[in-house]
């Protein structure tokens, strides 16, 4: 596992050993380029090992539709090479009026156009998909078999080790400190262990990208932001019994589903912030509680085990800012997820290694542009649970 020394030197360097940052390392090292993580707790520590394990390509736009199409490609490719879990169990939205319906119809729509095979179905044949629904109020659902989920523990570990078997260093409770720049390029990263020298820096350290930018001493405004979302996990039933990943945007911004152990997993809209703050609350508890309950009334018989919390990196309009810094040779930022950066991972890496190696890339990054928010392009907003 992670290298314990920080080198003297690497080619690229990357800020944050989370799924993003081990998953761009792994790409870029499979590639033979020589890269160093640097992460300040361990691997996984962020927002990572807190995440809800989703993995969808229902979203409403083109480039992330695109984008999430090849990612759940790589899922399923590195899944089987590498041997960790991501079950294609399936994205269910549940729709109560016809404004929703008319919402899912224009996203379907997009998801097929590029061959995402999301499908309008009834209540009744969501409820064969899951039993224990009640469907009383549910008009109809938004439905692609094809979506998913992985466990981010197993997941980020086995990209950690093919990274550092294709020869990536992972260097863990080390944190950057600051910038060494000379002339407008950089020349190395200040560590609490020392200076590492290196010319291409990329940060991934989502909920943390803005203090990293400002290290780096960038003018640019890239608006990220800290917020504390919350999740549960319920004692185990029997298993099989909820296989998708259920939202219910009617019923409070709701997600859950069932984990590997037999556990519901899930949360809710709840937000707060911006803050670094991680104690979980107790409105986050009863709003939980009754959110799920309207969704799945049998799951008040069920205890919860244990809450916590995580950050959703946000942006004002919910993409991440992904791509290529100029005033400074070579600063890449990949970060501001905003609650999904675990599923857009694997084809995150494939973009930021491509534009390292080749100047360019097929997914079309330009949506995820940093400078749009200088600019006033905001997208339209990403579709994001909880
Ligand atoms: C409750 C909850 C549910 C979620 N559910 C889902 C879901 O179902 N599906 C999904 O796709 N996403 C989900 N997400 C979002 C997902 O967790 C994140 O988008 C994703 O983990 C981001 O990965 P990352 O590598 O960019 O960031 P992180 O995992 O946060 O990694 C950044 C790393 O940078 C390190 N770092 C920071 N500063 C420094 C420094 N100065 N020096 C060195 N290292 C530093 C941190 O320690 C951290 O490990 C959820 C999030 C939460 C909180």
New binding site residues.
């Given amino acids: 596992m992670p290298t314990k020394e920080l080198p003297e030197m690497s080619e690229i360097t990357i800020?944050?050993?989370?799924?993003?940052?081990?998953t761009i390392a792994h790409e870029l090292a499979k590639r033979g380029e020589e890269v160093t993580v640097?992460?300040?707790?361990f691997?996984?520590?962020?927002?990572?090992?807190?995440?809800?394990?989703?993995?969808r390509q229902q979203f409403n736009d083109e480039a992330n539709v695109q984008v999430m199409k090849r990612s759940v490609e790589l899922w399923k490719k590195y899944s089987e090479e590498y041997g960790f879990s991501f079950e294609q169990t399936g994205y269910l939205f549940l729709l109560y009026d016809d404004d929703e319906v008319e919402e899912f119809r224009r996203n379907i729509a997009i998801q097929n156009r590029f061959g995402v095979p999301t499908r309008l179905i009834t209540p009744e044949e969501a409820k064969e998909i899951v039993p224990l629904l009640d469907i009383s109020e549910v008009i109809a659902a938004s439905w692609n078999p094809t979506d998913g989920?992985a466990d981010?523990f197993h997941a980020t570990a086995k990209f950690a080790i093919k990274a550092e078997e294709f020869g990536a260093k992972l260097v863990e409770y080390?944190?950057?400190?600051d910038f060494v720049i000379e002339n407008g390029e950089i020349k190395g990263l200040k560590?609490n262990r020392g200076t590492i020298k290196t010319g291409i820096v990329v940060n991934?350290?989502?909920?943390?990208a803005k203090?990293?930018n400002a290290m780096a001493g960038i003018s640019v405004r890239i608006p990220i932001e800290p917020y504390k979302?919350?999740?549960v996990i319920t004692q185990p039933i029997r298993k099989g019994a909820i296989k998708p990943?259920v939202i219910s945007f009617k019923y409070g911004h709701a997600?859950l589903t069932q984990t590997s152990h037999g556990g519901v997993v899930g949360?809710v809209g709840y937000e707060l912030g911006p803050t670094y703050d991680l104690n979980p609350t107790y409105e986050f508890m009863r709003e939980v509680s009754y959110y799920f309950t309207k969704i799945i009334p049998a799951l008040r018989e069920l205890l919860i085990l244990r809450t916590?919390?995580?950050?959703?990196?946000k942006t004002p309009d919910s993409n991440p800012a992904i791509g290529k810094i100029e005033e400074l040779s070579d600063y890449y930022i990949?970060?501001g997820?905003?609650?999904?950066?675990?599923?857009?991972?694997p084809a995150v890496a494939e973009m930021v290694a491509d534009l390292i190696t080749k100047g360019r890339t097929d997914l079309p990054v330009e949506w995820y542009d940093p400078y749009r928010f200088e600019r006033g392009e905001l997208r339209g907003e990403a579709l994001q649970?909880?």
């Fill in positions: 800020i944050g050993g989370g799924i993003v940052g081990v640097i992460e300040k707790r691997i996984g520590s962020g927002s990572t090992f807190r995440c809800g394990t989703g993995i989920k981010p080390t944190e950057v400190k560590t991934a350290t989502n909920a943390w203090l990293i979302h919350q999740a990943m997600y949360g916590w919390a995580g950050y959703y990196a990949a970060a997820f905003s609650g999904h950066g675990f599923m857009m991972a649970m909880g």
